[in-house]
T-cell receptor, first 110, second 113 residues
Framework: DSGVTQTPKHLITATGQRVTLRCSPR?????VYWYQQSLDQGLQFLIQ???????AKGNILERFSAQQFPDLHSELNLSSLELGDSALYFC?????????FGSGTRLTVV | TQLLEQSPQFLSIQEGENLTVYCNSS?????LQWYRQEPGEGPVLLVT?????EVKKLKRLTFQFGDARKDSSLHITAAQPGDTGLYLC?????????????FGKGTLLTVNP
């Protein structure tokens, strides 16, 4: 157990639908990072939150949004899903010398 | 544009062999991190190198950060089947505990018994 909790572990949904992925960072970590991992693109940075505020944005589509709540857990919302959104989605929290990743959510859009 | 290029992309070797994987960039990073990822799991941090020219050893794994802090290598001595996995390098910009990592696409290592 890395201390970063992601739910659900697997998600299968149809095109056009909306899903919410949840992440709880390690106790005491204020930052949450979301990454998308696909076979052809590798790990792509989506967005970072720090203590409830958006800090950095990467290759995040407009159909995707995220937020971090006062208890520091974060949610990634994916809407109008397309087949190409099928991927592994990871969140991570950071300490000074490295990230701790959750075990990911595998999203399959059919 | 892929800021971090890892090579080789795939590597299949026999138990007991040595190997080196490379991580190259045209950008300077404040630190470089190596992770190993197993199927169905998130990446797990192996090491962070911070100083140009730094060498760190973790049992049979040796990590080196280039003098100009743009590239790194990972050398594994006497590889074992348990070393099988996806090895990812990641460059950090910024410091403290609030920084962004850019990942390479990884080297998929298979060590055959």
């Amino acid at each position: 157990d890395s201390g970063v909790t992601q739910t659900p572990k697997h998600l299968i949904t149809a095109t056009g639908q909306r899903v919410t992925l949840r992440c709880s960072p390690r106790s005491g970590d204020l930052s949450v990072y979301w990454y998308q991992q696909s076979l052809d693109q590798g790990l792509q940075f989506l967005i970072q939150y720090y203590n409830g505020e958006e800090r950095a944005k990467g290759n995040i589509l407009e159909r995707f949004s995220a937020q971090q709540f006062p208890d520091l857990h974060s949610e990634l919302n994916l809407s109008s899903l397309e087949l190409g959104d099928s991927a592994l989605y990871f969140c991570a929290s950071s300490a000074q010398y490295g990230y701790t990743f959750g075990s990911g959510t595998r999203l399959t859009v059919v | 544009t892929q800021l971090l290029e890892q090579s080789p992309q795939f590597l299949s070797i026999q138990e007991g062999e040595n190997l080196t994987v490379y991580c190259n960039s045209s950008s300077v990073f404040s630190s470089l991190q190596w992770y190993r990822q197993e199927p169905g799991e998130g990446p797990v941090l192996l090491v962070t190198v911070v100083t140009g020219g730094e060498v760190k050893k973790l049992k049979r794994l040796t990590f080196q950060f280039g003098d100009a802090r743009k590239d790194s290598s990972l050398h594994i001595t006497a590889a074992q089947p348990g070393d099988t996995g996806l090895y990812l390098c990641a460059g950090a910009r910024g410091g403290g505990s609030n920084y962004k990592l850019t990942f390479g696409k990884g080297t998929l290592l298979t060590v055959n018994p």
